[in-house]
């Protein structure tokens, strides 16, 4: 069993930045892959980017590809999600998740956090 914990949601103006943290306990982190997704009112759940159990592939979606970026330190058993530039659109609920590898489908995650609020005001 791995637990995830999100943080650092919030409100803010566009343009602005946010960097969300997944804490996570229980197995080892560093064997697993982590992804952050997001969910808006009324929408499915969409990937936002994954990365690999060492760090060494990350992957985003189109639509953040150049203004976030996900890390991890396995030190601290912590993931990031770094977002810049944000944009309304960019409103949800941001939830971390772990499996083995990386992937964009939400379906094959094994564990997930409870998500943490972003919003962006125009």
């Known amino acids: 069993q791995v637990q995830l914990v999100e943080s650092g949601g919030g409100l803010v103006q566009a343009g602005g930045s946010l960097r969300l943290s997944c804490a996570a306990s229980?197995?080892?982190?560093?064997?697993?892959?982590m992804g952050w997704f997001r969910q808006a009112p009324g929408k499915e759940r969409e990937f936002v980017a994954t990365?690999?159990?060492?760090?060494?592939?990350?992957r985003y979606a189109d639509s953040v590809n150049g203004r976030f970026t996900i890390s991890r330190d396995n030190a601290k058993n912590t993931g990031y999600l770094q977002m810049n530039s944000l944009q309304p659109e960019d409103t949800a609920v941001y939830y971390c998740?772990?499996?083995?590898?990386?992937?964009?489908?939400?379906?094959?995650?094994?564990?997930w956090g409870q998500g943490t609020q972003v919003t962006v005001s125009s």
């Open positions: 998740a772990a499996r083995r590898t990386t992937s964009h489908d939400d379906r094959e995650y094994d564990y």
């Open positions: 229980g197995r080892t982190f560093s064997s697993y892959a």
């Open positions: 990365i690999s159990s060492y760090g060494g592939v990350t």
